[in-house]
């Protein structure tokens, strides 16, 4: 019992935690994308049907990569380019990907999916209660780890990545030090929307193996609270979308055990714990200053 309920917390902390680490790098770069949601939400009916399709849920995965970066460069282009504001412009996202995806999956909707394989370490995931929930997983779940680890050591331990952080810093410094601003925020927000589009695919690949419209159900913007939640550190964002996948999780065990809660509190559990959590870290003003970068949502228009 207690092996199934880690199970299915790191299920529901995997695409969370994508969809953060992805979101992070933007905004480390001071791009701020609020189409998160919008980005999932096709990468779910994206990757489910073509692994439909198909019948190979890995290219199904894959093409909810390419559609998350395809929708997050739509972003970049009117944003960076075009200069348009960044709160509206993440918001329409989140809109189009909602309306389009109900659209193309509408022929999907009760269809019996195709799940992403578990990939067995052979004897180490035999292994009691560690074996299942290391050594057994998903692909998806082992990238989603890696990315974490590998974006903490790019940020902090490469010239590339303190080149990213000091123009979400200051990106009219970084511009007079010859510095590309356009060009590495484009990156930033491809790899974002990659990573958003992956994490649409956890859900409908292995999370829920089927296609339901809305089935992201706000999940992008608890991923935009765990950015903030963790001030804006790659291995925070992992131990915040364990602690949401957790009571996201605890709601579901505590419906059927019978708990005289009503369902409805149960099930905004997961929302209220984000309000909760980001009303806590507004009152720390000085850990918010310290760590949010300063240049943040801020439009950035290059000498001509």
Not at 42 to 54: E, K, R, Y
Not at 67 to 90: D, K, M, P, R
Not at 121 to 149: A, C, H, K, M, N
Request: aromatic residues 8%.
């Amino acid at each position: 019992m207690f092996e199934a309920i880690l199970l299915t917390v790191s299920m529901a902390a995997t695409p969370l935690l994508l969809a953060a680490i992805g979101e992070l790098v933007v905004e480390r770069s001071g791009v701020l994308n609020l189409g998160v949601e919008g980005m999932m939400i096709m990468g779910a009916v994206t990757g489910f049907g073509v692994a439909l399709m198909t019948g190979n849920p890995f290219l199904g995965a894959l093409a909810a990569i390419i559609v998350g970066a395809l929708f997050s460069l739509l972003f970049a282009f009117l944003t960076l380019t075009l200069v348009t504001n960044q709160v509206a412009t993440g918001l329409a996202l989140t809109l189009l990907g909602l309306g389009l995806s109900g659209m193309i999956g509408e022929s999907f909707v009760g269809q019996p999916g195709v799940r992403l394989p578990r990939l067995d370490v052979p004897f180490l995931s035999e292994l009691p209660i560690v074996g299942r929930l290391v050594f057994s997983q998903d692909l998806i779940f082992y990238v989603s780890v890696f990315l974490t680890v590998g974006v903490a050591w790019f940020l902090f331990y490469t010239k590339a990545g303190l080149t990213l952080r000091s123009v979400g810093d200051n990106h009219t410094s970084a511009h007079a030090l010859g510095i590309k601003v356009v060009r590495i925020r484009y990156l930033a927000v491809l790899f974002g929307g990659a990573c958003a589009g992956l994490a649409g695919a956890h859900l409908s690949l292995v999370y829920v193996p089927q296609w339901v419209e809305n089935m992201t159900a706000g999940r992008g913007w608890i991923a935009l609270a765990l950015v903030v939640f963790a001030s804006w550190r790659p291995l925070r964002v992992l131990a915040g979308a364990y602690l949401f996948g957790a009571v996201s999780i605890g709601q579901l065990h505590a419906q059927a055990l019978g708990i005289g809660i009503p369902s409805q509190l149960l099930s905004a559990l997961p929302y209220i714990a984000t309000i909760v959590v980001l009303v806590l870290i507004s009152r720390n003003r000085r850990l918010t200053m310290v760590n949010t970068p300063a240049s943040l949502g801020r439009p950035f228009v290059p000498d001509r």
